[in-house]
Every structure is written in structure tokens, then in C-alpha cells.
């Protein structure tokens, strides 16, 4: 009998301040699998706080999730599918699409379920809860497909990036369900590890970002049970033009009891600006196939930063890091009163714990106490309903990011006038994330993650930021902001 104790150097770090708090990885995730650890990680990020998933063993009880704010201390919250359609579930990923979510995973027959979890169904939603398969065989065109990893561009298109041999595979879609579209494939993209003497080309565990109008993507190979499957990255103009970088690979580590670092998931930190990768090593020295040994994984966590220049660098470490750096302001109205960090007009109420309700026309505003920097990132989450407009405010009242209801539109109102951005495919009934960025003289606005506005701006000076409801009655949820 193996028993699997934690290989982290654990610290209590509560009579630090959040700048002095450190890590060291790998992670020993609470209630992590006894068969096979924590392998293949993926994060989603939703109003303030992490959701990881890991694959799931057949001997397990079902697919695990965890939450954290900092990605970095994690609670275990429970079980999200027992379905037997995923009783050997393979790096399992949730997306969030429209007011539901999606989770997107593969096993030994190739086949890829999609699970669907709808927000309608909790007062307080978030990613977990009880996922209902509505897919089997979500690519019925690749051929051997793993590792599905969705993507949203700026203009709505969807994409699903997976595994195969000669380089990472896609579709490209519209619904978050509908995967029988043609495969292509990147041909450029994938690992051959020279000291592997099979001549392997198989490439898995694509993750996705564009930052800057450039698309970025990290994948890796070939196996997971060897001490040199690494980490590759990627850049281009499109998913199409992607490219890898000159440096390849930008994690590996093959020495050691924790090696073979693989599947790569990268996520925006908790201060808006800063970007993580979570990953994996196996544990036990030596090539699993040789030593005969069982396939146990743990959770590793390091930053990453993606270049204006299209380079991707980052680095596999066990010392000690800083814990990620939370946002300088946040709110999550997890309590029955307003609060007094913020200045209230007009007509405004609690809703759950959870959030806040302005009711009005063209009077009410929820404004913070504290104030940003001249440059800065505010991100909060909306829901309006028939009849209503109401976001975002910032720049002490001079620009505005609003949902318009009725327009199905993303309207931004700023010292230089009123720019109206249709959104005419979204479901306009459920939470919408809306960021605003104000640095180097320009402002950049995204509706769930989607850049959908940029111009330049004037310095606007220490700000506050907060909710404004034009008209109706808007719910707003989650808001932070940091300065640059």
C-alpha cells in the first residue's frame, strides 16, 4: 500500500500581509485523488475566485473541484459529475457561455463529453454545482482527440483547440456545443523530444489567450509518463498564424522526485494584470514505463508573461514564491447592507448576500470611497433586465461601460461622446463580465473577455469606480480594480 503525503513545505502565512505571503510548489490539493494525484489542471475565473479542475481516475467518486482567491490556498467544495459517461474523465476544463456552464472532457475511447451546468439554477451562481452530460462526441470528425480547450475571440467566434499527432488540432464554431466542423490543424505547432527515441510528434494540453491582439498558446508532449514531457508556447497574428517561439521549451524539468512537467493551463491573477500558468509534475524519478511505477501528478503554479514582441517565457520552480497579488480594491456583497466604503444615490438594495440591485433613471450610482491610480483596470460583473441600461463608471463619472437591454448593446460613454457596440448575439438575461482598462493613453473595454472598444484617452487622473444604472432596474455582482 502507497501512501502519498504532502510534498509541499507548508507556512502559515496569516500574521503576514498579503505581499509577504509565499508558496512553494508542488500544491497537495485537499481531498486530491489517492490513485492518480492532481493531474492536468485547468482554471476558470469567475467574479473573484479560481475553479480548478484535475483528471479524474475510475476508482474516484466522481470529477473534483476546488476553489481558491488567490490560486494558491484551495478549498475543496465537492463533487460535480458522478455521470458514468465520465468515469474516466481526462483533463476536464469549465467554460462559461451565456449564462451556463460547460465542461469540456475526454477518456480512453478519444471521445470528447460536454457537461452543462446553467447559473439559473443558483442564487449564488458559480461553476460548481451538478453537471448534466449533453455530449458524447463533441468532435465527430478528429480523429484520436483529447484535451479540448475552448476559446473565445473578440468577434464571438469559438474555437476548440486539442491534441494530435503532428501538431495541436481546432474547429471553429459558434456553439459552445456544435463541434462537428471541419479539423485543422497546426502543423507547426508540436513537440518531438530528441532524447525520445520513438520519433514522436504527439502534442496535448493547448491553452489559449490573446492579450494585446495577439494570440498566444501553450501546449506540450509527448508523454506524460516521462521525466522530459515539457511545456511549448506559440504566438501569432491568429489562431491560424500561430508560431512557436524561438526557445522552446519554456518548462521542463526532467531531474529529480517531481518531474515531467505537462499541461499547462494559463489564467489572469487576481490583480487584473499579472498572468499564471497551472501545470502538473509526476512524481517518482525515471520514465514510468521503465520503473514500472504508478502515475501520480501534483499541482504546480508559476507565472507567466506573454511579450508584446509575441515571446512567452516562464520558469518551473520549487523555492519560494510570492503568493499572487490580490487586487488593490474588491467587493463581493457577501453581506445584507451596503457598506460604508462606498457613496450611494439614488435607489439601491441587496440581493443574496451576493449582490446589489440599483433601481433608477439616470440617478443611481454606487461610487467607491477609495480611488485609483491615473492608470488602472476595473473589471465587474452585470445583469440587466428588459427595459434597463446600466455598468460601469469610472473617471469620477466621465466614462461609462453600459448594457442597454433592449439594444443589445455595449455603450460607452466618454468625455469624446457615445460609441455604441452591438452585441447581438448574447443572452442579455444572464451575468456578463465588463473590464476597463485606462493606461498609455487609451481605453480598452471587454464584454466577457472579448475586447469589443478601444480609443485613445486623456489622463484621467485619481478615480473612483463603481455601478450606474441609466434606466431600470440593472443587479451588478463582483467589482475590483488596481492601478498600473
Known amino acids: 500500500m502507497l501512501i502519498f503525503v504532502s510534498c509541499r513545505d507548508e507556512k502559515d502565512n496569516s500574521d503576514l500581509e498579503p505581499d509577504e505571503k509565499y508558496y512553494t510548489n508542488p500544491f497537495f490539493l485537499p481531498n486530491q485523488s489517492k490513485h492518480i494525484g492532481a493531474g492536468d489542471p485547468a482554471t476558470i475565473r469567475w467574479m473573484g475566485k479560481y475553479y480548478l479542475t484535475v483528471s479524474r481516475n475510475p476508482l474516484d467518486a466522481g470529477i473534483m473541484m476546488w476553489e481558491s482567491e488567490n490560486l494558491v490556498d484551495w478549498e475543496y467544495l465537492g463533487i460535480i459529475s458522478d455521470a458514468p459517461e465520465v468515469n474516466d474523465a481526462w483533463a476536464p476544463e469549465v467554460f462559461y457561455y451565456e449564462g451556463a456552464f460547460y465542461m469540456y472532457t475526454s477518456g480512453p475511447d478519444n471521445n470528447h463529453r460536454v457537461l452543462k451546468f446553467e447559473t439559473s439554477k443558483q442564487d449564488k451562481p458559480s461553476p460548481f454545482g451538478e453537471y448534466t452530460v449533453v455530449s458524447t462526441n463533441m468532435f465527430p470528425g478528429a480523429d484520436h482527440d483529447i484535451d479540448a480547450t475552448p476559446f473565445r475571440d473578440d468577434n464571438g467566434d469559438l474555437y476548440f483547440l486539442f491534441s494530435g499527432g503532428g501538431g495541436i488540432q481546432y474547429i471553429k464554431t459558434n456553439s459552445p456545443v456544435d463541434g462537428d466542423k471541419p479539423v485543422h490543424k497546426l502543423r507547426r505547432c508540436f513537440v518531438k523530444v530528441p532524447e525520445d527515441d520513438r520519433g514522436s510528434t504527439w502534442t496535448e494540453g493547448p491553452s489559449v489567450i490573446k492579450k494585446n491582439g495577439i494570440y498566444y498558446m501553450t501546449y506540450c508532449g509527448n508523454d506524460v509518463?516521462?521525466?522530459?514531457?515539457?511545456?511549448?508556447?506559440?504566438?501569432?497574428?491568429?489562431?491560424?498564424?500561430?508560431?512557436?517561439?524561438?526557445?522552446?521549451?519554456?518548462?521542463?524539468?526532467?531531474?529529480?522526485?517531481?518531474?515531467?512537467?505537462?499541461?499547462?493551463?494559463?489564467?489572469?491573477?487576481?490583480?487584473?494584470?499579472?498572468?499564471?500558468?497551472?501545470?502538473?509534475?509526476?512524481?517518482?524519478?525515471?520514465?514510468?514505463?521503465?520503473?514500472?511505477?504508478?502515475?501520480?501528478?501534483?499541482?504546480?503554479?508559476?507565472?507567466?508573461?506573454?511579450?508584446?514582441?509575441?515571446?512567452?517565457?516562464?520558469?518551473?520552480?520549487?523555492?519560494?514564491?510570492?503568493?499572487?497579488?490580490?487586487?488593490?480594491?474588491?467587493?463581493?456583497?457577501?453581506?445584507?447592507?451596503?457598506?460604508?466604503?462606498?457613496?450611494?444615490?439614488?435607489?439601491?438594495?441587496?440581493?443574496?448576500?451576493?449582490?446589489?440591485?440599483?433601481?433608477?433613471?439616470?440617478?443611481?450610482?454606487?461610487?467607491?470611497?477609495?480611488?485609483?491610480?491615473?492608470?488602472?483596470?476595473?473589471?465587474?460583473?452585470?445583469?440587466?433586465?428588459?427595459?434597463?441600461?446600466?455598468?460601469?463608471?469610472?473617471?469620477?463619472?466621465?466614462?461609462?461601460?453600459?448594457?442597454?437591454?433592449?439594444?443589445?448593446?455595449?455603450?460607452?460613454?466618454?468625455?469624446?461622446?457615445?460609441?455604441?457596440?452591438?452585441?447581438?448575439?448574447?443572452?442579455?438575461?444572464?451575468?456578463?463580465?465588463?473590464?476597463?482598462?485606462?493606461?498609455?493613453?487609451?481605453?480598452?473595454?471587454?464584454?466577457?473577455?472579448?475586447?469589443?472598444?478601444?480609443?485613445?484617452?486623456?489622463?484621467?487622473?485619481?478615480?473612483?469606480?463603481?455601478?450606474?444604472?441609466?434606466?431600470?432596474?440593472?443587479?451588478?455582482?463582483?467589482?475590483?480594480?488596481?492601478?498600473?
Do not use: C
Request: no cysteine; glycine share 10%.
Open 225 to 484: 509518463i516521462r521525466v522530459d514531457y515539457q511545456v511549448h508556447a506559440a504566438s501569432g497574428s491568429s489562431i491560424e498564424a500561430l508560431t512557436p517561439v524561438s526557445h522552446n521549451p519554456i518548462l521542463k524539468h526532467t531531474e529529480g522526485f517531481s518531474n515531467g512537467t505537462g499541461h499547462s493551463h494559463n489564467v489572469l491573477g487576481p490583480d487584473l494584470k499579472t498572468y499564471y500558468t497551472t501545470y502538473h509534475v509526476k512524481i517518482y524519478e525515471g520514465n514510468l514505463a521503465e520503473t514500472g511505477l504508478p502515475l501520480y501528478r501534483y499541482t504546480m503554479l508559476n507565472k507567466i508573461e506573454f511579450h508584446p514582441d509575441g515571446d512567452v517565457t516562464s520558469e518551473v520552480t520549487f523555492d519560494e514564491q510570492p503568493v499572487p497579488k490580490m487586487a488593490e480594491w474588491s467587493d463581493g456583497f457577501n453581506r445584507d447592507f451596503i457598506g460604508d466604503e462606498w457613496a450611494v444615490t439614488g435607489d439601491w438594495s441587496m440581493n443574496n448576500n451576493f449582490a446589489v440591485t440599483g433601481t433608477g433613471n439616470g440617478s443611481s450610482l454606487l461610487s467607491t470611497k477609495k480611488t485609483s491610480e491615473n492608470e488602472f483596470v476595473v473589471e465587474g460583473y452585470v445583469k440587466v433586465k428588459p427595459g434597463s441600461t446600466g455598468g460601469i463608471v469610472t473617471d469620477n463619472g466621465e466614462l461609462k461601460a453600459l448594457l442597454d437591454y433592449d439594444k443589445k448593446q455595449l455603450i460607452i460613454m466618454q468625455k469624446q461622446g457615445v460609441s455604441n457596440v452591438d452585441i447581438p448575439d448574447s443572452n442579455f438575461d444572464v451575468w456578463h463580465q465588463i473590464k476597463i482598462s485606462l493606461k498609455d493613453g487609451n481605453v480598452i473595454v471587454w464584454f466577457d473577455n472579448m475586447k469589443k472598444f478601444q480609443d485613445s484617452y486623456s489622463e484621467a487622473g485619481k478615480s473612483n469606480v463603481g455601478y450606474y444604472v441609466e434606466k431600470g432596474n440593472v443587479d451588478f455582482a463582483w467589482i475590483a480594480f488596481s492601478s498600473y
